[in-house]
């Protein structure tokens, strides 16, 4: 019988996991900063909004004192309150918009969760492809290499069935929705 290549396995296996994980640890890396990065921006965006929704209510105020105080008619004032509800109405879709963060937040700590555990899987494949001796028979590598096999796709179901694949709009005055 041939003698198997237990040596070229080893290193294959071993390659493989350790190039995975290089790059899982960027990639996991990029994906904390990007959290990091948004959370700021959308911190300041908000506040910012804020600040404008509290400057125009204040202008709003004023225009309406003025408007009692100089008696202005009716077709006036209609246009002015008008002007009034779409100014509040825009600044609360931009509020609402904002918090897309909470959606993107969602898919970054489900993709970081996937990043660990393929980072997980990979160290499972660097264990199991430790443990393939050259004295080994032909049958027995086959055996461990089926229970490599099985442990990866056990690990991988593991992982797949715990991320759902829709996010939600959490905490929002216009209620919980399903986005995809």
Do not use: W
Not at 2 to 22: C, F, M, Y
Not at 48 to 53: G, I, Q, R
Not at 108 to 122: D, F, I, Q, Y
């Amino acid at each position: 019988m041939k003698k198997l290549p237990i040596t070229e396995v080893r290193s294959l296996l071993d390659a493989v996991s350790e190039h995975g994980k290089q790059h899982l640890i960027e990639v996991d890396a990029d994906l904390s900063q990007t959290t990091y990065l948004l959370s700021k921006a959308i911190e300041k965006l908000n506040s910012s909004f804020m600040a404008v929704h509290a400057a125009v209510t204040n202008q709003q105020k004023a225009l309406q004192a003025l408007m009692q105080q100089h008696n202005f008619t009716s077709e006036e004032t209609s246009k002015i309150n008008m002007y009034n509800q779409i100014i509040a109405e825009e600044v609360g879709v931009a509020i609402t918009g904002l918090q897309f963060q909470d959606i993107t937040n969602q898919l970054l700590v489900r993709a970081m969760t996937r990043v660990n555990g393929l980072k997980e899987l990979l160290e499972e494949l660097h264990a199991h492809g430790g443990g393939i001796n050259s004295e080994y028979e032909h049958n027995e590598i086959a055996k461990l290499l089926e229970m490599m096999s099985n442990s990866l796709h056990h690990g991988s179901h593991a992982l797949s069935g715990g991320l759902r694949r829709s996010v939600e709009q959490k905490n929002m005055a216009s209620g919980d929705i399903e986005l995809f």
